[in-house]
């Protein structure tokens, strides 16, 4: 049995909860940050030494610069984004040398999947998901299908063999969509992939082999998750979700981690909620309170520059999440954005439309569009939070805050983001 050398760490909202940070900071401990899931809809805004970093595909463990990073296998890649996110940070002077693979059997992200992906959102008209266009659910459709292309097939040598499948791919495609994908360049997309292809061969790894291999090593081994619980394809808000298994689960099925391994399960959860592009979100705050959080949260989509929509904590979904994820302790994030707040609330219950009253979280999302969420109010510290690095400086209204939730998840909050930089966080 190996020893546990594997932390988690898992959004349990709708995303954009601050993970790119928390992972930024672990990784000072951590030998391998490794991403289990998702593609470039991910968006990290990580602050380090006064420099601003975009993630989107690429781990957040590159930014420290002794951390060896993997592009796992239940990831998606689109490999012109994966290579001018990596010139993006050369360009800020970090140096990725050396330190970042990809596993062979993750599967490839097309032009193709994109343009299908902005295909279907149109065809479902008011319905759409309010995706990020980047052809994640295309992408993984085709994995589940069996006619996606894996990172492995994409190689100098058998060049012939991936031509032929690609071509098969788009082929099926245009058998189903017509003259709506007439505008889609074929030749193009194929000639700028075997011009990619000898630069990927390098960092193209058997993840399997090479994950086992750093746990021999008894090597620290950091888990990112991307988007979050409320968007994994099973448990989130369905069909409102992204495509793939943004849950505990995502981490053993795109890692090859042993369950043995694990020492931590870390969610990050929000002090309010923030959600971007469409389905229900019922402590969803259509005003005054609504703007001021987006605006001094400054709650705008890192991938898409959507405004993300924004509202008070929902404890029903995430005591949900903690039931799916078994957080072993939380990152409590953006708990300043509360500062000038008078009062503070919490959904801790859901009204149904017969009058019953319910703490757990419906499977139906219809559901959520007719319930009507039950709060706890707090009153508001009206304090400045930046300043405090530790947690007896906390005023003591955020920390009744703090308690409550942990009593209601019945889970540690470990830790307490106080503002956006490195800096800006107190561990208990
Ligand atoms: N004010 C404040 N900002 C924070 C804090 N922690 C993180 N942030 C910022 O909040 C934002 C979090 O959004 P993202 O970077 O999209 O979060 P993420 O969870 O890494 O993103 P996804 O993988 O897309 O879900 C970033 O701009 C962070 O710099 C905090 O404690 N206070
Ligand atoms: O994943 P796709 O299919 O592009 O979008 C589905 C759904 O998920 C939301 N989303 C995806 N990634 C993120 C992320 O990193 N933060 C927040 N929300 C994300 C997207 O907006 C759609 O609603
Ligand atoms: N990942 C994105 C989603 C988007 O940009 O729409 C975000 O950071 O919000
Ligand atoms: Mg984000």
């Not at 809809?41 to 420290?64: E, K």
């Amino acid at each position: 049995m190996s020893s546990a050398n594997v932390t988690i760490v898992l959004g349990t909202q709708f995303g954009d909860e601050g993970k790119g940070k928390l992972v930024d900071i672990l990784t000072e401990s951590a030998d391998v940050c490794a991403r289990s899931a998702g593609g470039n809809n991910a968006g990290h805004t990580i602050v380090a030494n006064g420099i601003t970093y975009d993630f989107h595909l690429l781990p957040s463990g590159l930014v420290n610069p002794k951390t060896v990073n993997l592009i796992g296998t239940g990831v998606v890649v689109h490999v012109p984004s994966l290579f001018s996110e990596l010139e993006a940070l050369h360009a800020k002077g970090l140096n990725t040398d050396g330190r970042l693979f990809v596993s062979s059997r993750a599967h490839i992200v097309l032009d193709l999947h994109q343009f299908v992906d902005k295909l279907s959102e149109v065809a479902l008209g008011k319905a759409k998901v309010g995706t990020t266009g980047k052809g994640i659910g295309p992408s993984y459709s085709t994995k589940a299908a069996r006619t996606g292309l894996r990172i492995d097939q994409l190689k100098p040598e058998t060049w012939v063999n991936f031509e032929r499948h690609f071509r098969q791919l788009v082929a099926n495609y245009r058998q189903q969509y017509g003259s709506l994908l007439d505008s889609y360049d074929e030749e193009g997309e194929l000639k700028k992939l075997k011009e990619l292809a000898p630069r990927i061969k390098p960092l193209v790894v058997d993840a399997v082999a090479w994950i086992n291999e750093q746990t021999k090593q008894k090597k620290e081994i950091l888990v990112e998750g991307a988007n979050a619980l409320m968007l994994d394809l099973d448990y989130g808000t369905y069909p409102y979700v992204t495509s793939s298994s943004a849950s505990i689960g995502g981490a053993f099925t795109g890692l090859a981690i042993s369950p043995f391994s694990i020492k931590k399960i870390v969610g990050v959860a929000k002090a309010y909620l923030s959600r971007v592009g469409n389905g229900p979100m019922p402590t969803e705050q259509l005003n005054e309170i609504g703007d001021y959080l987006q605006s001094k949260g400054r709650e705008v989509g890192v991938t898409t520059g959507r405004k993300r929509r924004c509202g008070w904590l929902d404890l029903v979904m995430l005591k949900h999440s903690t039931l799916v994820n078994h957080y072993t302790s939380l990152n409590f994030t953006k708990l300043d954005v509360l500062d000038d707040l008078k009062e503070i609330k919490a959904a801790v219950a859901y009204r149904l439309p017969n009058g019953e009253v319910s703490e757990i979280f419906p499977t139906n999302t219809e559901d959520l569009d007719v319930i009507e969420p039950i709060y706890k109010t707090f009153p508001g510290w009206q304090k400045d939070t930046t300043v405090c690095t530790k947690y007896d400086e906390l005023p003591v209204e955020a920390k009744e805050y703090i308690k409550f939730i942990e009593e209601f998840l019945g889970v540690k909050i470990e830790s307490v983001g106080c503002g956006p930089s490195r800096e800006n966080i107190i561990f208990r």
